[in-house]
Every structure is written in C-alpha cells, then in structure tokens.
C-alpha cells in the first residue's frame, strides 16, 4: 500500500536492470553507479582525513556493486 504498492517505487539490482533493458529492446552503452555517501560514518571518518576523499573513491569503486545507491544507465 502506499509509494510501495506495484505502481510505484521500484527496487532494482544490476541483473534485473540488464533483463528490463533487454526485454526493451536496449543495449547498455554506459553505466556508472552513484555511492550517495556509501556507508554514512565509515564515509564521514575518511572524508576528514587528508587522503580521505581519495581513499573512498578507490574503495567505493573496487566494490561497485555492493555500496551503489542508484544506477545510471545510458541505454540505446
């Protein structure tokens, strides 16, 4: 019931993105996935450390998948 209900807000993992898209029509040309702060006290400890930001892009981008809030897809 609610923003939840079936015609609503809707909770996709990569794999049902990729099969969406496919049963479209579309190809992927580009993804990217967008960390929104990742883990929010893990990633406000190292954001105040010199090396900080740096570190989190390289941690958030080895494992993708796993702290993405959303993903955007460019698709033709």
Do not use: C
């Not at 992927?28 to 929104?36: A, L, N, P, R, T």
């Not at 989190?56 to 698709?75: C, D, M, R, T």
């Amino acid at each position: 019931s609610g923003i939840m209900d079936r015609n609503h807000v809707r909770f996709y993992t990569w794999a049902t993105i990729e099969e969406l898209l496919k049963e479209a029509g579309l190809q992927v040309d580009e993804w990217s996935i967008d960390w929104d702060n990742g883990i929010p006290k893990f990633d406000g400890f190292f954001r105040r450390l010199p090396l900080g930001k740096w570190f989190l892009h390289n941690f958030y981008n080895s494992f993708p998948h796993l702290f993405g809030y959303q993903y955007i897809v460019k698709a033709k």
